[in-house]
């Protein structure tokens, strides 16, 4: 390892098969007026495609546990990782965005949020880091949605199941609404993706140096 880090990448839901279809039942935008929509796993994959690559740049050890169309299991997901974690310093990062009504209509919520395990763990420190950068990369372009509880942090705490069980160090990224049409629209561009990836290598990086 070049990294005193191993990244496990997870891209959230499925992605398109040989024939080209969506895998994933939902987890979709509405309809764009050419008759086009965000498919939230196929943008998930693009992500961490564009992040693993950005890290085998930086000299950084990455894997991605999702490597293939399939939208397989949260059980199988977390399954992998601690196994590909075993014996070693792993981080697990999750890639979504999120969602709001009935996937058929747009909506108006928007923004980006990261998710750690509930209680104060190792994670909300690593999540502090990728919350800073993605406030240095995206400003005050885009709604950022914190946790509102008492205990200081800004990420959002859940009982996620891939942020439950696995066994390093978790987070989970909502990285923009797919329901809300002008940020999917800003989400399925090149520019959105460089951001999010900028923003995770420069906070892994931060890590890196403080570990």
Known sequence: ????????????????????????????SPLFEDGSCLY??????????LLQNALEDANIDSVNIVDSYRDISLNE??????????????IYISIHSDAFGNGKQWTSPSGISVYTSVGQTKSDEFADYVIQELQCNFENTV?????KSSDGDKDKEAHFYVLRKTLMP???CELGFHTNKE???????????????????????IWELKK
């Open 143 to 147: 709604k950022w949605r914190f946790d």
């Open 170 to 172: 978790a987070i989970l």
């Open 183 to 205: 940020e999917a629209k800003a989400m399925l561009t090149k520019k959105w993706k460089l951001k999010v990836v900028k923003s995770i290598v420069d906070a892994i990086k």
């Open 40 to 49: 939230e796993g196929v943008n998930n994959r693009e992500i961490v495609k």
């Open 1 to 28: 390892m070049t990294s005193k880090y191993l990244y496990l990448l997870d891209p959230g839901h499925g992605g398109l098969d040989e024939d080209n279809n969506y895998v994933t039942p939902g987890k979709r």
């Open 77 to 90: 997901r977390v399954r992998r990782a601690n196994e590909l974690g075993r014996g070693l310093k792993c």
